[in-house]
């Protein structure tokens, strides 16, 4: 589940899993249910996860009460009450098909080499028809009743509700060729027949074993496709290390909660949020953001639960367990998306919904045309029939779309993008144009000294020594970028007296008996110190920001400080501008900054300036010019661009699931994320398209082929059983091309 049972708000969401389930018509007959159910504002039902999305008021409605109106409709619904992390992982469906295959197959392989000599006369049978026809019955029986009884239970199911699926053709195909053979070797004469005819058991026996073998295939694909998700959802180990009166000691993961005090040791996994408190090391994050480089961690600095402690051993306080964690919240999304349906896949369940119907239709039809009108015989006219009913299972175009989400957003994950639900990729195929946020996107986000001038006979260590200590008192971002750059040289700094700071101008305080000021020009000229900046300070050039020091009224020297651009924003943009993309820079930073940083990162258009609601303003215009428009930011202060914008995709960089106005999160802070999302969107929705048009075309050729008699029921059969797995085969190439090592834009 993605939410606890518990939850009594209103329009709770959970995600259910759904037994019995085959094909389209299943699918369309679960949502249809649960959206008559009273209290239900929402369900869409996924075929290849096979779990059901649910929007309810659990005022109005129970789970009991959405479980018997899915049992009523011949499925099971299942209310599990372990964490959403594990639930995903489940047991193997494969299991019971295999056995099932290979019983199935043990039995079917004499019945169709006995079918195939009589036929072709390769050997003597030492028996007569009669005798031979008899130990077909025997080996045949135990098959459909055996390994192909879920299809005549899921038929019998479906035809107490009056509709039809999968199961049912399935089922009213391999029931007819049996029961037609049965009678003939039981009943000849109630067939007109004097003697012991030719039977098709082996027409039955072959229908099932292949449809099964089919399903064993699609099954493993299927557990194949949703790999990303497991893997997600098995980072974490079993146990932790806690330390207690100082002592470490093994713990059960479910035992730690928020401010336990944890160790992990070099090689071991982290298993919860948390900050560090001492030791140092470097954390294999790859399998959460998807950045290949370990990351160098210290005292203060942030762990994700699940990821790989590499080289040393640390301590630190867990600040999120359980379903509080990074990687809990990256399993809901996930879930969530693939749980979503595609707008595209609209036209499928609208065929879905008279499919089967209107194939039982065709089937007799041609059986009517072969046996009525073309004088062909009641056994050919009943093989075309046959034939009809086995090539239009429904299984592929219920997989097409399902299959190909579910590939592609735990692809993505892999690689550190998480889409929220899947019509942000039908969206984000379609983006023409993308606007950047400057600070935390474009750049690091994180304010440092470039370089220090001095004046009037000062050294540089002086300058910064003073300006540290009385920037020291100060919140303002750029005086920590004071204070860190001294600490990283060493120097110690004196107390400060007389402090004083003010809004939009600077600082000013005693150090050592020295009147020391720091801030804009303006604000020295306010204290009579006159400034102007130094041919040899370029930093204002390139967009820095200076800082400008006074000391016992005199310049003493200059501060550039600069919110230095990301190593990768360069290259990222140049990729954006090669898929077509228009690409914008929207920033409330000065012009001569923001044109500084977009000169850098080689964009051309700039809006310095804009406030938050201004954003959405310019946002809004160029969606009135046509443009279907994405926008970067940090999920925090530009959540009303992020939500104005078609598409918008937040920065998370790997510590926390961006804002809820966000359609993509990105876990890392690398521009590139926002091409390859774009990238990985266009192949899904390719993959989609593709996906549909296969399994459109196959019924399309398919069924004029059988109806024409062109089509033996086992060439059907089997025919069928790749249908599907030929979908799913074509989803998996999604995983490969996430898989490639370097840039999805390469």
């Given amino acids: 589940m993605t939410e606890e049972t518990g939850i009594q708000n209103r329009a709770t969401v959970l995600s ?103 036929m072709t006369g390769w050997f003597e049978i030492p028996l007569s028809l009669d005798d031979t026809n008899k130990i077909l019955l025997l080996l045949t029986t ?114 730690v909660v928020q401010g336990d005090l944890l160790q992990v040791r070099p090689g071991e996994k982290i298993p919860v949020d948390g900050l560090i408190i001492s ?44 379903k509080d964690t990074l990687l809990a919240q990256m399993i809901r999304l996930v879930e969530q998306a693939q749980g979503s349906k595609a707008p595209v896949q609209a036209l499928a369940d609208r065929i879905a919904a008279v499919f089967v119907p209107s194939v039982i239709s065709i089937a007799l039809v041609t059986f009517i045309v072969w046996y009525a009108a073309l004088g062909a015989g009641f056994t050919p006219s009943l093989l075309h029939f046959i034939a009809v009913l086995i090539i239009a299972c429904p299984c592929a175009l219920g997989l097409a779309t399902p299959t190909a989400i579910m590939v592609g957003t735990g692809a993505a994950a892999s690689r550190g993008i998480l889409v929220r639900n899947i019509e942000s990729i039908e969206r984000a195929h379609e983006i023409s144009a993308v606007v950047l946020d400057k600070t935390g996107t474009l750049t690091e986000g994180v304010p440092s000294v470039g370089s220090v001038v001095p004046f009037n006979g000062n050294d540089e260590e002086y300058v910064l020594r003073m300006t540290a200590s009385v920037e020291h008192a100060s919140e303002h971002p750029l005086g920590r970028a004071i204070v860190e750059a001294a600490q990283r040289r060493g120097i110690t700094l004196p107390a400060v007296g007389s402090f004083a700071s003010t809004t939009g101008g600077g600082v000013a305080g005693e150090v050592e008996g020295h009147a020391v000021i720091a801030g804009t020009a303006a604000f020295l000229r306010q204290h009579a110190i006159e400034v102007d900046v130094p041919p040899l300070l370029t930093s204002e050039d390139e967009g820095d920001t200076v800082v400008f020091v006074g000391i016992d009224g005199r310049p003493a020297g200059a501060i550039a400080i600069a919110d230095r651009l990301k190593e990768s924003s360069a290259a990222a943009v140049g990729a954006l501008r090669r898929m077509g993309l228009s690409v914008t820079l929207m920033t409330g930073d000065t012009e001569r900054t923001a044109r500084a940083i977009a000169r850098q990162a080689g964009i051309g258009d700039v809006a310095s ?34 939500a104005q914008a078609d598409i918008g995709i937040a920065m998370g960089s790997g510590t926390d699931i961006a804002a809820e106005a966000a359609d993509i999160t990105l876990m890392r802070g690398d521009l590139f994320g926002v091409a390859e999302a774009i990238v990985m969107s266009r192949r899904t929705l390719r993959v989609i398209h593709q996906n549909l048009f296969w399994a459109f ?18 060439i059907a059969a089997l025919a069928m059983a790749f249908s599907s797995v030929s979908v799913v085969g074509n989803s998996l190439r999604l995983k490969r091309m996430a898989s490639r090592p370097g840039r999805l834009t390469s």
């Fill in 279 to 322: 030791g140092a090391t470097t954390v294999n994050e790859s399998m959460v953001t998807g950045e290949s480089m370990p990351a160098e961690k210290t005292t203060g600095d942030r762990l994700i639960g699940g990821t790989l402690n590499n080289t040393g051993s640390v301590t630190f306080r867990a600040t999120a367990v359980g």
């Fill in 609 to 642: 300036g804009v406030l938050p609601q201004e954003k959405v303003r310019r946002i809004r215009i160029l969606q009135e010019e046509g443009q279907t428009v994405a926008m970067v930011g940090d999920g925090v202060n530009d959540a009303p661009a992020l």
């Fill in 16 to 118: 259910l899993p759904v037994e019995g389930m085959t094909c389209a018509s299943c699918v369309a007959r679960v949502e249809t249910v649960l959206r008559t159910v009273e209290g239900v504002d929402a369900a869409a039902v996924n075929l290849a996860t096979e779990r059901a999305t649910v929007r309810f008021d659990p005022a109005r409605v129970s789970l009991n009460q959405l479980q018997q109106a899915v049992r009523q409709a011949g499925y099971t619904l299942q209310v599990p009450s372990v964490p959403a992390q594990e639930a995903t992982v489940g047991s193997d469906p494969g299991r019971t098909l295999r056995a099932e295959l290979i019983l199935s197959a043990a039995l079917a392989a004499p019945v169709m080499l006995i079918g195939m000599a009589g």
């Fill in 142 to 255: 135990p098959i459909l009743f055996g390994p192909g009884r879920r299809f005549f239970k899921g038929a019998f199911a479906a035809l107490r509700h009056r509709t039809a699926d999968m199961n049912t053709l399935v089922a009213v195909g391999s029931g007819s060729a049996y029961l037609y053979s049965l009678a003939a070797t039981l009943f000849p004469g109630a067939l007109g027949l004097h003697h012991a005819g030719h039977v098709y058991f082996d027409t039955a026996a072959t229908i099932i074993t292949l449809i099964l073998f089919g399903k064993l295939l699609e099954a493993n694909a299927k557990r194949r496709a949703s790999d990303a998700l497991r893997k997600l959802a098995g980072l974490l180990p079993r146990s932790a290390r806690i330390i207690r009166n100082g002592t470490g000691s093994d713990i059960p993961l479910d035992r």
């Fill in 697 to 714: 075309i196959y019924n399309v050729v398919g069924i004029p082929l059988a109806a024409a008699g062109l089509l033996n029921p086992m």
